[in-house]
């Protein structure tokens, strides 16, 4: 029986990326239509996957090959293929493929979204993560909310790259417009999460009061924490009068947020989990009632056990907030 076709680089890196999310294997298999075997066997060994051929030998690489070859992979981000071609390599994919695993400072990862940090923003960072260095059961009473935009041909920064480990991470910036897209917004808390919510149009104070006063009243009920404190972020909508005023008179205790700090709210993780749900076999839509079911769907099939790891996590990223002095995080 022939054998099915290789892994491509692109899969390895997706199985990575949901092994590390600890989805599961069959689940993975189902979301890349693979085999549940191909993704067994790809996880139990990957840096000697594939390195059963059928005879021959295989060209190899020499060290300056390697490094240049290397070189281009991570300033330039390029794939496997791209820079075999810039370097004029005869060595297969699978041999490049090799000769990366046994680098210890490269890794296959998705480009992180973060916005450009001032001084001031990083001073900010750094004295809300002084505040808050000594909770830790104290993050369960926290809502964490958030709006995200979903379009019909894929997510936004959405982009896979090599990175070299004794190198900055590298980010790509947010798209904030265009058409054929759904906007939702969605809270977490520990115990429990919200009903998603389809934002039409344009979010302003009005139709935020309107979300906050049919589902956030609701589901801190439905969450069953005393005393909860709401989080939100610093978009135009949030911080107007009528919104604060709306918080104050209904006796909610609101979390003071720095600005431009995706990488500490933990809301953030729960909405690139569901993108990869969502578009994890590089799904596109039709239309956009097709990608508001999906989108449900998959909210709804999401853990709470994984967003209680999330809340749990929060020490260990003020911790960290604090060691780079209101820099970006890894989180």
């Known amino acids: 029986m022939p ?68 070189r281009d992979l991570t300033n330039k981000s390029l794939s496997i293929r791209e820079a075999k071609r810039a370097n004029r390599l005869t060595a297969s994919v699978t041999t490049l493929w090799r000769s990366i695993h046994v680098t210890p400072n490269i890794k296959f990862q998705r480009m992180k979204v973060m916005p450009a940090l001032k001084p001031h923003h990083m001073s900010a960072r750094l004295e809300w993560a002084r505040d808050h260095m000594s909770w830790t059961s104290e993050w369960h009473k926290v809502i964490f909310s958030d709006e995200k935009k979903f379009n019909l041909d894929g997510p936004d920064g959405y982009k896979y790259y090599w990175h070299d480990l004794r190198r900055e991470q590298q980010w790509v910036s947010k798209s904030v417009a265009g058409g054929g897209s759904v906007m939702v917004w969605g809270a977490i808390g ?73 990488d500490i709210n933990i809301i953030e993780n729960c909405w690139g989990h569901l993108v990869r749900m969502v578009y994890g076999t590089g799904r596109q839509f039709h239309s956009r009632q097709e990608l508001k079911q999906c989108i449900n769907e998959k909210w709804q099939e999401m853990p709470q056990e994984y967003i209680q790891h999330l809340f749990k996590s929060m020490p260990d990223r003020i911790f960290q907030l604090i060691h780079k002095n209101g820099h970006k995080t890894d989180y």
């Open 3 to 70: 054998k099915g076709k290789f892994l491509t680089d692109f899969e390895k890196g997706q199985i990575r990326a949901y092994a590390e999310e600890r989805i599961s294997k069959r689940e993975i298999a189902r979301r890349l239509r693979r085999s549940h075997n191909v993704i067994l066997n790809f996880l139990k060994d990957p840096d000697n996957y594939g390195n059963n051929h059928a005879g021959g030998l295989t060209p190899t690489v020499t060290a300056k090959e390697k490094r240049l070859f290397l």
């Open 190 to 262: 520990y115990n429990e999460r919200s009903n998603l919510v389809i934002i039409d149009g344009n979010l302003n104070a009005k139709k935020y009061i309107d979300i906050l006063q049919q589902n956030l009243l609701i589901f801190a009920t439905r969450n069953a924490v005393e005393d909860y404190i709401f989080q939100q972020d610093n978009c135009p909508a949030h911080k107007s009068q009528a919104v604060s005023q709306w918080i104050t008179d209904n006796n909610i205790n609101k979390m003071q947020w720095p600005a431009y700090s995706p």
